[in-house]
């Protein structure tokens, strides 16, 4: 079992930056692949990142359209910690954001395809 819990969301004016960070506890975390995924009221939930374990130490990260050239993901095995780095954020990034994990390997794009997730964390843009 792994437990994935959020942090780092907040209010912050368009333009500026967030980092949200994802703690996993359980099983080896190196081998797990992360996602980030995000959901405004009375929509689905959206992918937003992926970090895909490639093998040994090294991971393949991908992204929504959206967010390509904004948002940067990335890991610490060490603190069994995941990121995401949030930049240029404007108005429609207001969400609640999600990690999420996976064992298995390939991009992972949708919520089916995801195991475990965290509890959400508030991200409010303010224009």
């Known amino acids: 079992q792994v437990q994935l819990v959020e942090s780092g969301g907040g209010l912050v004016q368009a333009g500026g930056s967030l980092r949200l960070s994802c703690a996993a506890s359980?099983?080896?975390?190196?081998?797990?692949?992360m996602g980030w995924f995000r959901q405004v009221p009375g929509k689905e939930r959206e992918f937003v990142a992926g970090?895909?374990?490639?093998?040994?130490?090294?991971?393949?990260?991908y992204y929504a359209d959206s967010v390509k050239g904004r948002f940067t993901s990335s890991r610490d095995n060490t603190k069994n910690t995941a990121y995401l780095q949030m930049n240029s954020l404007n108005s429609e990034d207001t969400a609640v954001y999600f990690c999420?994990?996976?064992?298995?390997?390939?991009?992972?794009?949708?919520?089916?395809?995801?195991?475990?997730w965290g509890q959400g964390t508030q991200v409010t843009v303010s224009s």
């Open positions: 970090l895909e374990w490639t093998g040994g130490n090294t991971y393949l990260a």
């Open positions: 359980g099983r080896t975390f190196s081998m797990l692949n």
């Open positions: 999420a994990a996976v064992y298995g390997s390939g991009q992972k794009r949708r919520q089916y395809e995801y195991d475990y």
